[in-house]
Structures are given as C-alpha cells and as structure tokens.
Nanobody, 121 residues
Framework: QVQLVESGGGLVQAGGSLRLSCAASGSLFSINAMGWYRQAPGKQRELVADITSGGSTNYADSVKGRFTISRDNAKNTVYLQMNSLKLEDAAVYYC???????????????WGLGTQVTVSS
C-alpha cells in the first residue's frame, strides 16, 4: 500500500505565502515523479507543478515565478512553496505520485486526499 500524507494548507491573505508538504510511504520500489495538482470549485483538476526523481521541474504557466517545487528523495517528500498567492490560487491541492510499487510492477499513479488552500482579499 502506498500512502500520501499532505500538510500545510490553510487560509492566507492575497500576497502571502504557504508551504505544502507531501510525504509518501509504503511499498515504493522506485519513484518516477511527484507533484501537485489543484482543483477549484466547478473546474477541472489541473497540474500545478511536478518534479522528477532527477530533479527536472515543470510548472503551470499561471504559477511560474511564484511557486517552487522541491523534493527530498531521502524522505520521499515533495514540497510546494507558494509565494505571492492570488485569489485564483484558492483550490484543493492534491499531491500526486508516480511510482513503481514493486520491482516487477508497472508505474502507477497515486493521489493524496487533498489539502485546502484559501486565499482572502
């Protein structure tokens, strides 16, 4: 079983900062990538940022220059530092993991339960 435990969401004023964390545990033979998606009410879930095991990063255009994704491979943890938050950043943020749960198992996708980020004016 693979588990993702997210933390760090909350209420922040526009222009403020939050840091999200997501720790993966369980049967993990290898991790391909970790990242964050978000879903606002009435909208589809969208990629915010992800990072590969080699450190390559990818960001949504809407967060470039404001959000930074990082990863601690030893702790199987991914972080999302969110600065200069805007009203439109408010959403439920979901941790995503792509990993092999076993040596002869295919890559699989795993999701956290989500953490709410609320941005007030």
């Amino acid at each position: 079983q693979v588990q993702l435990v997210e933390s760090g969401g909350g209420l922040v004023q526009a222009g403020g900062s939050l840091r999200l964390s997501c720790a993966a545990s369980g049967s993990l033979f290898s991790i391909n990538a970790m990242g964050w998606y978000r879903q606002a009410p009435g909208k589809q879930r969208e990629l915010v940022a992800d990072i590969t095991s080699g450190g390559s990063t990818n960001y949504a255009d809407s967060v470039k220059g404001r959000f930074t994704i990082s990863r601690d491979n030893a702790k199987n943890t991914v972080y999302l530092q969110m600065n200069s938050l805007k009203l439109e950043d408010a959403a439920v943020y979901y941790c995503h993991l792509r990993a092999q749960p076993g040596a002869y198992r295919p890559l699989s996708d795993y999701w956290g339960l989500g953490t709410q980020v609320t941005v007030s004016s």
